[in-house]
């Protein structure tokens, strides 16, 4: 016994009309908010403090290669910026650490303080 | 504000960005999730798995795809993932449900496709079908998908996929004479 043309013609306008129909349950309205908070309190801080390194180690490879240079080309003239160092030390570790400090505010500190006023601002 | 664009923003940093592309994708990934997973409190969950997989993967998109097909294909392989995990017996595909009797009816009772009821006890056949008939029934039907687009998120054959297609339309059809032969 076969279904008649028309019937199946319902049957299959209804079934379609349930493939079709949205599910009855829905994502939170405020999902894709939530979703950004999470993403950037993890992994945004993550990339803030590599990046901080990395500006570091290519300062410190930098700083290498040029005594590298030097020792092949001019070594006694590295003698004498080593000398130099040597005695003026407390200086150049004051220089070194407000360095450190500068790119750390800028990487780290200062994307924290935006993003933590941007998120105070829009709660209000 | 454009794929391509939204992509550039976003590896720029623009955290605005980055939530317009969840809102613009976020219906297609819940309704994947949803149909996937059984647990209704587990989808919000896994959906935002989703978005944080798209986040971190980002700057390997290429752009040989459309945006929405790559990430459909990260929620594909998130929703396994999850069930791998939390529910294996789901991915047990039983060739069991594939065995039903070719009935006929000659009456539909009045205003079928106002009939409630009926679709709810049809939704409730949808989910029982078995995961892969369910994904990709909702890959076409609801998100009206290409075959092309669906075997790229679901790494399906084609063939296979209009053979999926056509069973589960089969299949509830024939779910939906039997019920209502019992309402006759």
């Given amino acids: 016994m076969k279904t008649n043309d028309n019937i199946d ?95 750390f505010y800028n990487h780290i500190l200062l994307n924290f303080m935006l993003y933590y006023y941007k998120n105070k601002l829009s709660k209000e | 504000m454009n794929d391509a664009t939204l992509i550039t923003q976003i590896l720029k940093g623009n955290q605005h960005a980055f939530t317009r592309l969840v809102e613009k994708h976020q219906k297609l990934v819940f309704h994947m999730i949803v149909r996937m997973i059984k647990q209704e409190e587990d989808v919000e969950d896994v959906c935002q798995e989703v978005f944080i997989k798209v986040f971190k993967n980002l700057k390997h998109f290429r752009g040989d795809a459309k945006l929405s097909t790559w990430i459909a294909k990260i929620a594909y392989n998130v929703g396994l993932n999850h069930l791998r995990k939390h529910d294996k017996a789901l991915l047990v595909m039983s060739d069991d449900f594939l065995a039903y009797n070719q009935v006929a009816i000659d009456r539909l009772p ?21 995961i892969l008939y369910r994904t990709v029934a909702t890959l076409y039907y609801l998100e009206e998908l290409s075959y092309s687009e669906i075997a790229e998120i679901t790494a399906i054959k084609q063939t296979t996929l209009r053979s999926y297609i056509s069973r589960t339309r089969a299949i509830l059809k024939q779910k939906l004479i039997f019920v209502l032969k019992d309402e006759n």
């Fill in chain 2, 110 to 130: 009045d205003k079928i496709l106002e009939n409630d009821e009926l679709k709810s006890l049809i939704f409730k056949e949808i989910n029982d079908l078995p």
């Fill in chain 1, 9 to 103: 013609k319902q049957l299959d306008a209804f079934l379609d009309s349930v493939l079709k129909a949205e599910p009855k349950c829905n994502l939170s309205s405020e999902f894709a908010e939530n979703v950004k908070s999470k993403v950037y309190n993890t992994f945004v801080w993550k990339h803030y403090l590599k990046e901080f390194f990395i500006s570091y180690a290519v300062g410190i490879v930098v700083l290498i290669l040029a005594f590298a240079i030097l020792s092949f080309t001019n070594a006694a003239y590295l003698e004498n910026i080593i000398a130099y160092i040597i005695t003026y030390k407390r200086i150049f570790i004051i220089a070194l650490t407000v360095s450190m400090v500068l790119l």
